[in-house]
Every structure is written in C-alpha cells, then in structure tokens.
C-alpha cells in the first residue's frame, strides 16, 4: 500500500472555486506509485473526485473520454467531468453512488454483459475520430506549460 498523499493546497482552491467549500479531504489513490485521486466532501455531503492524471496523454485521452462517451452512460452510471485544468493535468469529476464492478459480485453472464458494454464504449471511443480542435488546443497547452515548468 501506497502512503497517504496529501491534495496540494492550489488544487484545492481551484476545485473550491468550481462545487464550494470543501470540508473533507480523503485520499481515494489507488496502490501503484502515479496514482492520485482525492475523495473531496462538500458541506452538503456531496463527494466529488479530483483527479491528477500521471501524464499529458493519460490526461488528453481522459478529459476526451469524459467529454464524448461518459455522458452517454447516463447521470448515475460513470461519473461526468465538472471541469478540467490542462496545466496541472487535473479532473475534477462527480462521484457515483454505487460501488465499483471489481466489488461486485457479479456471476459469468453478468462480467461478459459488463465486457460487452465496455467494448461498446470502446468502439463508439474510436469512432469519435481524430481529436477536435477543442481538444486538441488544451493537449497543446498541456504540453507548452509542461515545458515551462520543467525549466523552472
């Protein structure tokens, strides 16, 4: 297991700025070394995930994904995009009010019914095509402030 790591205050504000006060923070990472994740409690109860990609291509594949297939899901069956911060490679995303399938007790027809639906997403990913210009100006910010920063 991985120890604790804590969410840095500049991301904090940033995700306070967009769903309002944060009461609790709780470190939701995963075990492998890049993973950060923060489970972040608003005062209503709310919980909402911020997320720092590991890398510029993990962050332009996701924010892409997020903006193209998940709303296809439907409200309470992935969690939707609130915003995203190229610079910092952040997502800060809905939570979903289910557990995860991997803690799902779920028998062989059920796992190929789950494989089918992600192999249908996956396909409906790769025919979204060619990144828009949208997309394709926030990879290129990522990777000019990346640039900077690593002369700094």
Not at 15 to 34: F, K, L, N, T, Y
Request: aromatic share 6%; glycine share 6%.
């Amino acid at each position: 297991m991985s120890s604790t790591k804590p969410l840095p205050a500049a991301l904090k504000r940033w995700a306070e700025q967009r769903i309002g006060p944060v009461v609790s923070v709780r470190d939701a990472s995963h075990s492998w070394d890049r993973s950060r994740v923060w489970d972040l409690e608003g005062g209503s109860g709310v919980h909402r995930y911020l997320k720092v990609s590991p890398s510029v291509k993990f962050f332009t594949r996701e924010s892409r994904a997020y903006r193209h297939i998940v709303p296809a899901l439907g409200h309470t069956r992935a969690p939707h995009l609130i915003d995203s911060r190229a610079q910092d490679l952040v997502l800060l995303l809905t939570a979903v009010p289910r557990a995860p399938v991997k803690e799902l007790a779920l028998d062989t027809a059920q796992w190929r019914t789950v494989h089918q639906q992600a192999g249908a997403l996956c396909a409906r990913l790769h025919e979204a095509g060619e990144l828009d210009r949208g997309d394709r100006v926030k990879a290129e910010a990522s990777l000019i402030s990346l640039g900077k920063r690593s002369r700094t």
